[in-house]
């Protein structure tokens, strides 16, 4: 019989020097690459809302030059406003936005004192809640508009929900 212990003799093994080596530097590695990770997320989640709302632009406009007017009334959050079932893609309109929460379309309501004629609000609904933090908000701000969530068409409305004015 063998002894067990002249198997191991011939083979290399870590020392605690090198262990701790390999540890620290891939503790550095997660210290720069996270925050920049953070940033890549921000700015897809921000593109994908910019995209959104240039898409519901274009088809609300649309259905502006075509009826004259802007749909009707109010729509609950995540359902596509009367009328414009033809204009919206319904699987882009109902589903939970990049940043939480649902569209909503607005007509004549009031935000910060004054009424927005015509507006898509990114709004909570249910289990769905706008989970968005203000540098994202002031990314997407920038992406498409003035970079100030106090004015301009991109702004925070009633209960800090994100708005944005298609009619002032």
């Keep these: 019989m063998s002894n067990p212990c002249t198997r191991w003799r011939g083979l290399q093994a870590f020392t605690l020097l090198e262990i701790g080596v390999m540890t620290l530097l891939f503790g550095l590695l997660t210290v720069v690459a996270v925050p920049q990770i953070k940033k890549w997320i921000v700015t897809a989640r921000s593109k994908a809302v910019t995209d959104d709302l240039r898409a519901f632009t274009q088809a609300f406009q649309t259905y502006l030059r075509e009826k004259g007017d802007w749909p009707p009334g109010l729509a609950a959050a995540g359902e596509i406003p009367p009328g ?85």
């Excluded at 935000?111 to 997407?140: F, P, W, Y």
């Excluded at 004015?151 to 944005?164: C, I, K, M, R, T």
Aim: glycine residues 8%; charged residues 25%.
């Design 84 to 168: 414009m079932a033809g204009y919206l893609r319904q699987s882009n309109w109902e589903k939970v936005t990049p940043v939480g929460g649902y569209y909503r379309w607005e007509k004549n309501q009031k935000h910060n004192d004054r009424t927005v004629r015509a507006a898509i609000v990114i709004s909570s609904k249910g289990q769905a809640r706008v989970t968005v933090d203000r540098i994202q908000l002031e990314a997407i701000d920038r992406r498409c508009d003035d970079g100030n969530l106090a004015a301009g068409s991109f702004l925070l409305g009633f209960a800090n929900e994100p708005v944005f004015i298609l009619e002032p």
